[in-house]
């Protein structure tokens, strides 16, 4: 079981947005100033794997990742001891268990996606961007399919970019004016199907995934949260 200590399971994350536009700055500290203890990381996982995938870190419980939108990605744990080491990770796919290791850097966000680089599952550490607005919402883009370059992020059907030449297996992040909005997201030349956002509010933290579990794009919404313990 994942320890951590109280001052740290009540965190809640705080957001920041603006609807390709520039903001009026806040004086108030952002989540990511805040310190967490030595050795400590916020991380979570993505499947962009065709099917269901259990994941058990040797720092947490087990957790199953099923295949449909957002409930491919877990919500930030807060992870205690990970800092600079091996972390070892068993991976279960269609009956397939799978022994990865990997390095997570202590005091930040981090996202694992869980990969296929051909006939190998393979997980890969992504640096989150933490930089937070009470006033606005957040926004993030993962270019989740490997191999795929020049991942794009653009609202529909006008074309204007929100993000661009974002490389495969990584992210970045804006904030942006709360509002409605649809977006296309892409990459390699190709598009995945148009994306209702919904209205993104002010202090949310969302992020659009660009997966391609069976070999077509296609993309979705998650609200990026810390787990509730």
Same mark, same amino acid.
Do not use: H
């Given at each position: 079981?994942?320890?951590?200590?109280?001052?740290?399971?009540?965190?809640?994350?705080?957001?920041?947005?603006?609807?390709?536009?520039?903001?009026?700055?806040?004086?108030?500290?952002?989540?990511?100033?805040?310190?967490?203890?030595?050795?400590?990381?916020?991380?979570?996982?993505?499947?962009?794997?065709?099917?269901?995938?259990?994941?058990?870190? %040797?720092?947490?419980?087990?957790?199953?990742?099923?295949?449909?939108?957002?409930?491919?990605?877990? %919500?930030?744990?807060?992870?205690? %001891?990970?800092?600079?080491?091996?972390?070892?990770?068993?991976?279960?796919?269609?009956? $397939?268990?799978?022994?990865?290791?990997?390095?997570?850097?202590?005091?930040?966000?981090?996202?694992?996606?869980?990969? $296929?680089?051909? %006939?190998?599952?393979? +997980?890969?550490?992504?640096?989150?961007?933490?930089?937070?607005?009470?006033?606005?919402?957040?926004?993030?883009?993962?270019?989740?399919?490997?191999?795929?370059?020049?991942?794009?992020?653009?609202?529909?059907?006008?074309?204007?970019?929100?993000?661009?030449?974002?490389?495969?297996?990584?992210?970045?992040?804006?904030?942006?004016?709360?509002?409605?909005?649809?977006?296309?997201?892409?990459?390699?030349?190709?598009?995945?199907? +148009?994306?209702?956002?919904?209205?993104?509010?002010?202090?949310?933290?969302?992020?659009?995934?660009?997966?391609?579990?069976?070999?077509?794009?296609?993309?979705?919404?998650? $609200?990026?949260?810390?787990?509730?313990?």
């Amino acid at each position: 079981m994942m320890r951590a200590s109280t001052s740290w399971l009540g965190l809640c994350m705080a957001g920041a947005l603006a609807w390709l536009q520039p903001g009026a700055a806040t004086a108030q500290p952002m989540l990511y100033e805040q310190r967490l203890p030595d050795g400590f990381a916020f991380v979570r996982f993505a499947n962009t794997l065709p099917g269901p995938v259990s994941v058990k870190p %040797d720092f947490d419980d087990a957790l199953t990742l099923r295949d449909d939108g957002a409930a491919r990605v877990t %919500d930030y744990r807060v992870a205690e %001891d990970v800092a600079n080491r091996p972390v070892r990770l068993s991976v279960t796919e269609g009956g $397939r268990s799978t022994e990865l290791r990997v390095t997570i850097e202590g005091g930040g966000y981090n996202t694992i996606l869980l990969q $296929r680089q051909g %006939d190998a599952v393979q +997980a890969v550490v992504v640096k989150d961007q933490t930089d937070y607005n009470q006033v606005r919402a957040r926004l993030s883009f993962y270019n989740a399919v490997p191999g795929c370059a020049e991942g794009s992020l653009a609202l529909a059907p006008s074309g204007q970019s929100v993000f661009s030449k974002v490389e495969p297996s990584s992210m970045t992040a804006r904030s942006i004016n709360p509002a409605s909005a649809r977006v296309t997201a892409g990459c390699g030349g190709r598009q995945a199907a +148009a994306l209702d956002l919904g209205r993104l509010e002010a202090g949310g933290q969302y992020s659009v995934w660009l997966v391609a579990p069976a070999g077509e794009l296609t993309s979705f919404l998650v $609200r990026d949260r810390i787990a509730a313990r």
